[in-house]
């Protein structure tokens, strides 16, 4: 069983569902890197967090609230990953890096591109 942390070694499908064509993701081999964006589906309504905790349940580190920090538990159960990408065949993308479960759903996927990084140093306490 997989740590819920550290799945940067993780190589992994994404395949677009049966309504779109495989033409949605021409082009999409010239970049490197991809934002999945995905929707925790496993977690149960009673885990969400709505107040602190400590990061990674790591009591080193302080409590902070759930926007400040990437927990699965969150209101709406969204998540993103920034992926590695390594090849497409047909409808179905390989990439290293994604921190979902088989069968969590993708709602979108992104091109990482250079633009739309921070332009300044991004600051973070842990």
């Known amino acids: 069983m997989l740590d819920d942390d550290y799945w940067g070694s993780v190589v992994s499908e994404i ?4 309504e779109l064509n495989a033409t949605a993701l021409d082009g999409i081999e010239d970049f490197s890197h991809l934002e999945s964006i995905f929707y925790f589906d496993k977690v149960s309504d009673e885990k969400i967090q709505y107040g602190t905790k400590h990061p ?15 927990g699965k538990n969150r209101p709406n159960k969204p998540g993103a990953a920034s992926v590695e990408f390594i090849k497409r065949y047909g409808k179905t993308l390989i990439v290293k890096g994604v921190d979902d479960i088989d069968g969590t759903p993708v709602t979108d996927i ?15 306490p842990l």
């Open 15 to 18: 395949t677009l569902i049966d």
């Open 56 to 70: 990674q349940n790591n009591q080193q580190y302080p409590k902070v609230g759930i926007f400040a920090q990437r």
């Open 110 to 124: 992104k091109p990482v591109m250079c633009k739309f990084l921070p332009l300044t140093g991004v600051k973070q």
